[in-house]
């Protein structure tokens, strides 16, 4: 069902302090929409939010959607939220953010990065190097970009580049233009129930492509490799190492500062050519692959390679991607989102990589009890090029299921599976007293996850 959605509907967002469901809410503020929204807690989100006079109420009640026309949820809102039930009980028409998205898009030209890990990355690599174009593009992200300070921005033209999430299938809804599949893992299970599902929703959405538009597949990724063989429609790039590539990265070299690369781009009925020294200021050969799937949509739609380059090598990176946060006794400490096994490992190779000479300590924290679940196993052996993991309490995200072992035997795991130290510790106070007993000397902290070890991570100068 198409909705028209006149400028009198008052649209409440039910969870709107999560990173999509602000961004989602920022743009339609931004085009005459009347917003507002509620979440059960404050965070730098509904900061945002507030500064652009979005009214926002701490907690969910019936109440708060008395003048309501409209609900958009996120994934993270269960059916027995009390404003969600308010709305059925009266009739209001309730849409998924991912629906919502889809309406909202529908009528401009869209670049939708789509897959498991560096969504966020690729999307703000391509949004900067539209806007040096002088695109203009409205831009809706997954995480703040420092260029701008923000989530999502509204542009004045009809080109668009955003983040799409998987985690619940709407990602097929929003119309791509062009789109970008970085990878496809074994993630949101929870909702996908078997790989053969997850994998029929990525044809479904690069089907969607149309013919004036184009796909752009890591051709390094398994899966990916495995879905490419059942397009019956080749309207699709390949990027990444593998020498078949379209777009093949060549000639690798990486500082702790800076990735160098070239592409050597290589279409159907055209001259083979070569973009050399391609310098982003990002760690780790996943990096060097968004970094590319960025050069692919940018090259393939005309903007000129100068343009490319330059933006690339002034990109100011995401908030929560391995961002240093503070120095102790000479040590860096690092925070970064890496909340799944494969993130985690191309992390740490990206850092083992450039940090020949410092040992690297983990502060892990675990992100939802399904996953951990889900994925036990391959978590504990994501560490093996790391000196010491200092283990938190699982961040459950509202989960209320049982975890069916026993947390210090997944502990006992890590160190046998990683080869590596394992600590345990309770609370951020356990964690102040660790660093001030062991952190010193040649080493490199990096706290990892999705959940409250960003805030941790930051707060930890305090207490120290």
Not at 288 to 303: E, H, K, P, Q, Y
Request: charge should be positive; hydrophobic fraction near 35%; proline fraction near 2%.
């Amino acid at each position: 069902m198409k909705i028209e959605l006149a400028k009198k509907e008052n649209i409440h967002f039910v969870g709107i302090g999560g990173i999509g469901m602000s961004g989602l809410a920022l743009i339609m503020k931004g085009m005459g929409f009347k917003i507002q929204g509620s979440d059960i807690s404050k965070n730098k989100n509904i900061d945002r939010l507030k500064k652009n006079k979005i009214k926002i109420f701490t907690g969910h009640s019936k109440k708060n959607i008395d003048s309501a026309t409209i609900l958009v949820i996120s994934s993270a809102i269960k059916k027995n939220n009390s404003e969600v039930q308010h709305a059925k009980t009266n009739n209001l028409p309730i849409y998924k953010r991912g629906d919502m998205l889809a309406h909202i898009v529908s009528l401009t030209q869209n670049v939708v990065v789509a897959g498991s890990h560096g969504k966020t990355t690729t999307t703000s690599l391509i949004s900067g190097i539209f806007s040096k174009a002088k695109l203009d593009p409205t831009i809706i992200n997954g995480g703040v970009i420092n260029s701008i300070q923000n989530s999502a921005r509204l542009g004045k033209s009809k080109w668009c580049v955003l983040e799409s999430d998987e985690s619940d299938g709407s990602f097929t809804k929003v119309p791509p233009t062009y789109s970008v599949v970085t990878n496809i893992d074994r993630e949101h299970m929870d909702y996908y129930k078997s790989m053969e599902k997850l994998k029929n929703h990525f044809i479904e959405f690069i089907n969607k492509v149309p013919s004036f538009g184009k796909s752009f597949i890591c051709k390094d990724d398994k899966v990916n490799n495995q879905i490419i063989k059942k397009i019956k429609t080749k309207n699709f790039f390949t990027y990444g190492t593998d020498k078949d590539s379209n777009f093949v990265i060549k000639n690798i070299r990486q500082s702790k500062n800076i990735s160098i690369f070239d592409v050597i781009i290589s279409l159907p009925g055209k001259k083979k050519i070569t973009l050399k020294n391609i310098n982003v200021p990002l760690l780790g050969l996943h990096n060097i692959r968004n970094a590319t799937a960025a050069v692919a949509v940018a090259f393939t739609i005309g903007i000129s390679n100068k343009i490319i380059k330059n933006s690339l090598i002034k990109f100011q990176g995401v908030q929560r991607r391995f961002n240093k946060i503070f120095n102790y006794r000479g040590v860096s400490f690092f925070d970064d989102y890496a909340h799944h096994p494969t993130e985690i490992k191309e992390l740490i190779n990206g850092v083992h990589k450039v940090y020949q000479k410092e040992k690297i300590y983990c502060i892990f924290q675990p992100h939802r009890i399904s996953r951990l679940k889900d994925l036990r196993k391959e978590f504990s052996s994501s560490f093996s090029k790391t000196e010491a993991v200092i283990l938190c309490p699982i961040y459950k995200a509202g989960e209320k299921i049982k975890l069916g072992f026993d947390y210090l035997n997944f502990a006992k795991e890590i160190c046998a599976n990683s080869k590596v130290k394992v600590y345990m510790i309770k609370d951020q106070y356990e964690l102040s007293k660790f660093i001030k007993q062991n952190i010193y000397g040649d080493k490199i902290v990096i706290g990892m996850g999705a959940g409250s070890i960003s805030n941790w991570m930051k707060e930890l100068p305090k207490l120290l």
